[in-house]
């Protein structure tokens, strides 16, 4: 799957259904401070809904009608952002204000990971 080389400690990746649990996880931890932004977090109560979801996105990517990237710092999944909406991003609350401090725009980086 494709990866988007930040820096040394960021990049974007595209979900793979193996990510399910860690990104429910991500999610789960973080419900009470996303659920502003994400009126549909209460909705997902496993990480078996985030597996067909994941599924999905991927089959949009192949078709090049949508991109759902995993942001992982230092390795770790700390958000997601989507091509479908710019403004598409959640961060878990303790890497949003990491991120802010150390994000730099521009600059990206793609390399082909195989599966």
Request: aromatic share 10%; with cysteine; proline share 3%.
């Amino acid at each position: 799957m494709l990866t988007l080389k930040v820096d040394s400690e960021l990049e974007l990746r595209i979900f793979e259904p193996r990510e399910a649990g860690e990104l429910f996880w991500l999610l789960d931890s973080n419900r009470r401070y996303l659920r502003e932004w994400l009126p549909w977090i209460d909705g997902i109560q496993s990480p078996g809904q985030f597996y067909s979801v994941i599924q999905m996105w991927q089959k949009n990517f192949q078709e090049g009608s949508s991109s759902h990237f995993g942001i992982r710092y230092r390795g770790a999944l700390a958000g997601s952002i989507s091509s479908m909406l710019l403004t598409g991003i959640t961060l878990r609350q303790a890497s949003a204000t990491t991120c802010q401090k150390n994000c730099k725009a521009g600059g990206l980086q793609s390399e082909r990971r195989k599966q």
